[in-house]
């Protein structure tokens, strides 16, 4: 059982940025492809960005490329979110997932674990 924790959210003017974390636990941190995910009011639930076992492998939707980049420490079981340039758009709960397979994916439903969220507003 792999326990994600999310922090870093909050409140942001457009513009400006914020960097969520997501410290894993319970399982080996390595082994796991780790997502973003985000959720607005009334919406689905929206994959962000994914970043492969070793950080070698990147993908991010194209809401986001190029103000947003995924990272990862495996040192510190930790993955991270920098948001740039960010839009009243991007407010939503954004949650970390992980998942053990191979195969590079965007639908929430592939992922095993979960966090329970972080909430980023952006005001215009």
């Known amino acids: 059982q792999v326990l994600l924790v999310e922090s870093g959210g909050g409140w942001a003017q457009a513009g400006g940025s914020l960097r969520l974390s997501c410290a894993a636990s319970g399982g080996t941190f390595s082994s796991y492809d780790m997502g973003w995910f985000r959720q607005a009011p009334g919406k689905e639930r929206e994959f962000v960005s994914r970043?492969?076992?070793?950080?070698?492998?990147?993908y991010s939707a194209d809401s986001v490329k190029g103000r947003f980049t995924i990272s990862r420490d495996n040192a510190k079981n930790t993955v991270y979110l920098q948001m740039n340039s960010l839009k009243p758009d991007d407010t939503a709960v954004y949650y970390c997932?992980?998942?053990?397979?191979?195969?590079?994916?965007?639908?929430?439903?592939?992922?095993?674990?979960w966090g329970q969220g972080t909430q980023v507003t952006v005001s215009s």
């Open positions: 970043i492969s076992k070793r950080g070698g492998s990147i």
């Open positions: 997932a992980a998942r053990s397979g191979v195969v590079i994916t965007t639908q929430p439903a592939d992922y095993t674990y």
